[in-house]
């Protein structure tokens, strides 16, 4: 198991950005695959990002594309996720995931997960 924390609580106007940061409190980068996931209030976790541990690809969901952009610091066993252009609906409690079995295209809530950070984009 790998302890994660986020950074990055915020609240921002539609269309604006902002950036999270997740910390892990050891090495991921010989195997992990780190992703984003958030939740919003009264629904379901849902995927929104992942970076692969060795060749740094990445993955989105459809509703993110474009708009985030997730990326790693090995040396620094950090990801982060830059969100621009945010929407009201993506409101949501942002967690990290740490998944040593999964790849960027299969990532579903296996493994580590941090606390979360709440992100509101006010209309």
């Known amino acids: 198991q790998v302890k994660l924390v986020e950074a990055g609580v915020g609240l921002v106007q539609a269309g604006g950005s902002l950036r999270l940061s997740c910390a892990a409190s050891?090495?991921?980068?010989?195997?992990?695959?780190m992703g984003w996931f958030r939740q919003a209030p009264g629904k379901e976790r849902e995927f929104v990002a992942a970076?692969?541990?060795?060749?740094?690809?990445?993955y989105y969901a459809d509703s993110v594309q474009g708009r985030f952009t997730i990326s790693r610091d090995n040396a620094k066993n950090t990801v982060y996720l830059q969100m621009s252009s945010l929407k009201p609906e993506d409101t949501a409690v942002y967690y990290c995931?740490?998944?040593?079995?999964?790849?960027?295209?299969?990532?579903?809530?296996?493994?580590?997960w941090g606390q979360g950070t709440q992100v509101t984009v006010s209309s």
């Open positions: 995931n740490a998944d040593p079995s999964a790849t960027i295209r299969t990532m579903n809530g296996q493994g580590s």
């Open positions: 970076v692969s541990w060795s060749t740094y690809s990445t």
């Open positions: 050891r090495r991921t980068s010989n195997s992990y695959t």
